[in-house]
Structures are given as structure tokens and as C-alpha cells.
């Protein structure tokens, strides 16, 4: 499978966020494709340089169970995953009131911090955002250090948390 092929049958599906959870395409092996844990997406041991291209392909990203594809209608090819298919980079209140936190991604995406688009912590105190679907994105260091700094301590069944509140 190439990646042109690809790119091209993503184009074809148009501006609009492909429903790859809608597909459920024959399975056509593996591509020489990975996403490093800090966002970075290599092809054949080679970095895209190319923003639009990493984007587009990212829309078509799907997780089942501990695996990612690229899908299509039509074909469906594993991928490498180091981490998280992204990397939450920024951050902002959507006005003064500081009630909704807007985070984005490194690709671009952007939304609000609320119940679709929940935090996570793991046991091992990493922080991820839901992106969409089953699609997580890693808090990047740097906004994880100023959540710290933005939080307020509150005392909760015995235990002090650091907590913010967005939606």
C-alpha cells in the first residue's frame, strides 16, 4: 500500500472529518508509518515535512483495542503509535469568565476541555485529553506545568488535590 494511494482516497472523502468508525474496510497489512510521543510522524524512517499532509492522514486515524490504523471505505493499514496520535500543546480560556478551557493539539485541532472531550490521568500520573472517537491526545510538559500553576488546592475525602474546573 502506498502512501499516495492513500492520501489520495483520503482527499476523495473531502473537507469534512471522515466517519472512520462508520468503516469497517478489509485489512491490508502493516505501513512503515510512526507516530513518536511527541507528535512527529515518520514514513519509512523519514519526518513528514509536510503540515497538510500529517493532518489529512490524522483524520483518518482509527484505535482498535491497543492497535492503530489508517482507514478508508475501502482498505485498512496498521500504523505505530509510540504513544498518543497527539500531543496537546496549547491552551486558553474561551473569555474572562474562565469557565471553558479551549486546548489544541499539534495538529490544530481545537476544542473545549468539558465531558466529550474529558482529562485523563493514568496511575502513572500522565495526563491525556479524549480528541475524538477513542483518540487521545498527551498534555505536552509545558501545559501540564502551567495547569499546576493555574490549580487551586481543595481538600477532597481526606486527600489535597491540585484541581481546575473548564465546562
Same mark, same amino acid.
Given at each position: 500500500?502506498?502512501?499516495?494511494?492513500?492520501?489520495?482516497?483520503?482527499?476523495?472523502?473531502?473537507?469534512?472529518?471522515?466517519?472512520?468508525?462508520?468503516? /469497517?474496510?478489509?485489512?491490508?497489512?502493516?505501513?512503515?508509518?510512526?507516530?513518536?510521543?511527541?507528535?512527529?510522524?515518520? !514514513?519509512?524512517?523519514?519526518?513528514?515535512?509536510?503540515?497538510?499532509?500529517?493532518?489529512?492522514?490524522?483524520?483518518?486515524?482509527?484505535?482498535?483495542?491497543?492497535?492503530?490504523?489508517?482507514?478508508?471505505?475501502?482498505?485498512?493499514?496498521? $500504523?505505530?503509535? /509510540?504513544?498518543?496520535?497527539?500531543?496537546?500543546?496549547?491552551?486558553?480560556?474561551? /473569555?474572562?469568565?474562565?469557565?471553558?478551557?479551549?486546548?489544541?493539539?499539534?495538529? /490544530?485541532?481545537?476544542?473545549?476541555?468539558?465531558?466529550?472531550?474529558?482529562?485523563?490521568?493514568?496511575?502513572?500520573?500522565?495526563? !491525556? $485529553?479524549?480528541? @475524538?472517537?477513542?483518540?487521545?491526545?498527551?498534555?505536552? @510538559?509545558?501545559? !501540564? !506545568?502551567?495547569?499546576?500553576?493555574?490549580?487551586?488546592?481543595?481538600?477532597?475525602?481526606?486527600?489535597?488535590?491540585?484541581?481546575?474546573?473548564?465546562?
Amino acid at each position: 500500500m502506498s502512501l499516495e494511494k492513500i492520501t489520495a482516497q483520503i482527499k476523495a472523502q473531502g473537507k469534512k472529518t471522515p466517519p472512520v468508525e462508520l468503516w /469497517d474496510p478489509e485489512y491490508c497489512g502493516e505501513m512503515d508509518l510512526q507516530i513518536k510521543a511527541n507528535g512527529d510522524w515518520f !514514513y519509512a524512517s523519514t519526518i513528514f515535512k509536510r503540515p497538510a499532509l500529517v493532518k489529512l492522514l490524522a483524520s483518518v486515524i482509527k484505535k482498535e483495542r491497543d492497535d492503530y490504523f489508517l482507514v478508508t471505505p475501502v482498505e485498512k493499514i496498521k $500504523i505505530t503509535v /509510540d504513544d498518543a496520535p497527539f500531543v496537546l500543546t496549547q491552551w486558553r480560556w474561551q /473569555d474572562d469568565k474562565c469557565e471553558k478551557m479551549i486546548v489544541s493539539t499539534n495538529l /490544530d485541532d481545537e476544542f473545549v476541555l468539558d465531558a466529550e472531550h474529558p482529562l485523563v490521568v493514568t496511575k502513572e500520573g500522565e495526563l !491525556y $485529553i479524549t480528541v @475524538r472517537r477513542n483518540l487521545l491526545a498527551k498534555v505536552h @510538559r509545558n501545559v !501540564y !506545568y502551567q495547569w499546576v500553576d493555574l490549580a487551586k488546592e481543595e481538600v477532597n475525602e481526606n486527600n489535597m488535590e491540585l484541581v481546575f474546573y473548564s465546562a
